[in-house]
């Protein structure tokens, strides 16, 4: 008997679920991965469930089963990135976390799909408040959670005050670095500029 490539066998003279129960996750996690390649290769403007398709080796149909059209799809994925998030380091010291967040966070950030990527879509944020609010959440989310494990192991150290500003810490701990790789895009970090980053920015956050 032949069957529709995203649906399972069902049994005879039963009624075959509908909806997500028949949705393969090979498939959803295919189509996810050809969203960032066409994303990064195209742009969300010429951005297309048909190029997306073609990517992930499916059918249209496939694509409009889990997502009603492109933009929602690529809210999903962004949302995504909030709840994924970043490991917490746990080096023993403020500095060492620090230094070790930005280089996991320098080597994600300039990885060629995402140096494509985010600018694209922040581009597009500027036009549309749907994505604008995506991107926040999962920029502001993502690095929050880090950020708030780095200043609570920092503060049981006694190396940060327990009363500290955790969002003026967020903006101390993110923002130099977002600066330099995702807005003014420099092509290479210099050689000792992470851990110069780090021992600045530590030496900040005690002194709030």
Same mark, same amino acid.
């Given at each position: 008997?032949?069957?529709?490539?995203?649906?399972?066998?069902?049994?005879?003279?039963?009624?075959?679920?509908?909806?997500?129960?028949?949705?393969?996750?090979? *498939?959803?996690? !295919?189509?996810?991965? !050809?969203?960032?390649?066409?994303?990064? %290769?195209?742009?969300?403007?010429?951005?297309?469930?048909?190029?997306?398709?073609?990517?992930?080796?499916?059918?249209?149909?496939?694509?409009?089963?889990?997502?009603?059209?492109?933009?929602? +799809?690529?809210?999903?994925?962004?949302?995504?990135?909030?709840?994924?998030?970043?490991?917490?380091?746990?080096?023993?010291?403020?500095?060492?976390? +620090?230094?070790?967040?930005?280089?996991?966070?320098?080597?994600?950030?300039?990885?060629?799909?995402?140096?494509?990527?985010?600018?694209?879509?922040?581009?597009?944020?500027?036009?549309?408040?749907?994505?604008?609010?995506?991107?926040?959440?999962?920029?502001?989310?993502?690095?929050?959670?880090?950020?708030?494990?780095?200043?609570?192991?920092?503060?049981?150290?006694?190396? *940060?005050?327990?009363?500290?500003?955790?969002?003026?810490? +967020?903006?101390?701990?993110?923002?130099?670095?977002?600066?330099?790789?995702?807005?003014?895009?420099?092509?290479?970090?210099?050689?000792?500029?992470?851990? %110069? +980053? %780090?021992?600045?920015?530590? %030496?900040?956050?005690?002194?709030?």
């Amino acid at each position: 008997m032949t069957t529709n490539a995203d649906e399972p066998q069902t049994r005879p003279r039963r009624r075959a679920p509908a909806g997500a129960a028949v949705l393969r996750e090979d *498939v959803t996690e !295919a189509i996810r991965a !050809a969203v960032f390649e066409e994303l990064a %290769a195209v742009g969300y403007a010429r951005m297309s469930i048909e190029g997306i398709a073609r990517r992930a080796g499916v059918g249209k149909t496939a694509v409009y089963r889990r997502w009603r059209s492109k933009l929602h +799809l690529v809210l999903d994925l962004v949302s995504a990135v909030a709840v994924q998030g970043l490991p917490a380091p746990d080096t023993g010291s403020l500095e060492g976390d +620090l230094r070790l967040l930005y280089e996991v966070t320098s080597r994600a950030l300039r990885h060629p799909v995402a140096s494509q990527i985010i600018p694209d879509l922040q581009a597009e944020a500027a036009r549309n408040p749907e994505i604008a609010e995506a991107m926040r959440k999962a920029l502001r989310e993502g690095q929050d959670g880090v950020a708030s494990a780095i200043m609570g192991a920092a503060a049981e150290r006694g190396e *940060v005050g327990r009363d500290i500003d955790q969002d003026l810490a +967020l903006d101390l701990i993110s923002g130099p670095l977002y600066w330099r790789a995702v807005v003014i895009r420099s092509p290479k970090l210099p050689k000792a500029y992470l851990p %110069a +980053l %780090a021992r600045a920015t530590a %030496a900040a956050l005690k002194a709030l």
